[in-house]
T-cell receptor, first 112, second 112 residues
Framework: GEDVEQSLFLSVREGDSSVINCTYTDSSSTYLYWYKQEPGAGLQLLTYIFSNMDMKQDQRLTVLLNKKDKHLSLRIADTQTGDSAIYFCAESRYSGNTPLVFGKGTRLSVIA | SQTIHQWPATLVQPVGSPLSLECTVEGTSNPNLYWYRQAAGRGLQLLFYSVGIGQISSEVPQNLSASRPQDRQFILSSKKLLLSDSGFYLC???????????FGNGTRLTVT
C-alpha cells in the first residue's frame, strides 16, 4: 500500500468545518506537513507540525497528530469557496536532506 | 525573503524534440533542490534532487536528466521527448535539515 494515504475526495457546504485525514507508516517521521494546490498552480505550504506535538492551530486551521496511530488531520473552520483545492499530506522521514513523502492528495469541494 | 522562479509556465513540444526547464532560487544559499512531476492522476512523483552543485540523485530511471550548474539553479532536460513525458513539472527547494519544501508555480508540458 501507499506510505502516506489520504481519501481522494471531500465535499462540504460553505460555512461548515472540513476535516481532511491522513495516515502514514513511518514512526520515525520528524515533521508532517499540509500543502494546498489550487488549479494550475504549485503547492503552497499551509502548515506543519513537529512529531512531538499533538496539536497546532493557526487561524482557521487546526492540525491534530496522533503519533500512536500515525494519523494526521487538518481541520478547516468556516470553510469558504476559496478553500476548494487539493490538499496534500507529507512526511519528513529522517533528519537530513531526504525528500518528503507525499500522499496522493484530497480534493476538497466547497458547495455554496 | 526567498523566492523560487520556474519557467516557462507552459510548453508544447513535439515528440522527439529536446527539453530544458529551468528553476532558480533567490534569497538563500546552498538549498536542496527537487524536480517533481505531477501527472493527471494528481500524485507527485519525485524525479531528481540535489544537495549541492553537481550532485544529482535520480529517483526514477527515465528519459529525463537534471543538472545543477550553479548553487541556486536546477535544470531538467531531455534529449528526445516522449508522449509520456507530458505532465506538470514542479521545482522545489528547502533550506536543509527538517525544513519544509517550497514549490515553484510549475510548468505544464504537453508533448504532441
Amino acid at each position: 500500500g501507499e506510505d502516506v494515504e489520504q481519501s481522494l475526495f471531500l465535499s462540504v457546504r460553505e460555512g461548515d468545518s472540513s476535516v481532511i485525514n491522513c495516515t502514514y507508516t513511518d514512526s520515525s517521521s520528524t515533521y508532517l506537513y499540509w500543502y494546498k494546490q489550487e488549479p494550475g498552480a504549485g503547492l503552497q505550504l499551509l502548515t506543519y507540525i513537529f512529531s512531538n506535538m499533538d496539536m497546532k492551530q493557526d487561524q482557521r486551521l487546526t492540525v491534530l497528530l496522533n503519533k500512536k496511530d500515525k494519523h494526521l488531520s487538518l481541520r478547516i473552520a468556516d470553510t469558504q469557496t476559496g478553500d476548494s483545492a487539493i490538499y496534500f499530506c507529507a512526511e519528513s522521514r529522517y533528519s537530513g536532506n531526504t525528500p518528503l513523502v507525499f500522499g496522493k492528495g484530497t480534493r476538497l469541494s466547497v458547495i455554496a | 525573503s526567498q523566492t523560487i522562479h520556474q519557467w516557462p509556465a507552459t510548453l508544447v513540444q513535439p515528440v522527439g524534440s529536446p527539453l530544458s526547464l529551468e528553476c532558480t532560487v533567490e534569497g538563500t544559499s546552498n538549498p536542496n533542490l527537487y524536480w517533481y512531476r505531477q501527472a493527471a492522476g494528481r500524485g507527485l512523483q519525485l524525479l531528481f534532487y540535489s544537495v549541492g552543485i553537481g550532485q544529482i540523485s535520480s529517483e526514477v530511471p527515465q528519459n529525463l536528466s537534471a543538472s545543477r550548474p550553479q548553487d541556486r539553479q536546477f535544470i531538467l532536460s531531455s534529449k528526445k521527448l516522449l508522449l509520456s513525458d507530458s505532465g506538470f513539472y514542479l521545482c522545489a527547494w528547502k533550506a536543509g535539515v527538517n525544513s519544509p519544501l517550497h514549490f515553484g508555480n510549475g510548468t505544464r508540458l504537453t508533448v504532441t
